[in-house]
């Protein structure tokens, strides 16, 4: 079964189209739970509620955590609490969001 890491990891190469940075340098990812029956679940965000991407962004995090090594299924659960800002992306997210002059 894909460690917790290599979820993480994983889910480094999937981006939101909208702002050009990985989902979870962006801080959209919230918690992510391999369990040993081969389900992850994982819990995100998005940058707005209503954000017309959001379905395809949840499409692509399950489809790229299937490809996982043990992975049988992905529970993608999507909440707006705590709402997200540009605060809850990660050190190198916050670099990136300051080079595209978004404010932190």
Do not use: F
């Not at 889910?11 to 040993?36: A, C, Q, S, T, W």
């Amino acid at each position: 079964m894909a460690s917790r890491d290599e979820i993480i990891n994983a889910l480094k190469g999937v981006y939101d189209p909208e702002i050009p940075i990985n989902i979870v340098d962006l801080g959209l990812v919230y918690r992510v739970e391999p369990h040993e029956n081969g389900v992850v679940q994982v819990d995100m965000t998005l940058t707005a509620m209503g954000c017309p991407v959001g379905p395809a962004i949840m499409e692509v995090v399950k489809g790229t955590v299937l490809t996982l090594e043990g992975v049988k299924d992905v529970q993608v659960n999507l909440t707006y609490d705590p709402p997200w800002s540009p605060e809850r992306a990660t050190d190198d997210g916050k670099v990136m969001l300051a080079a595209m002059g978004i404010p932190i």
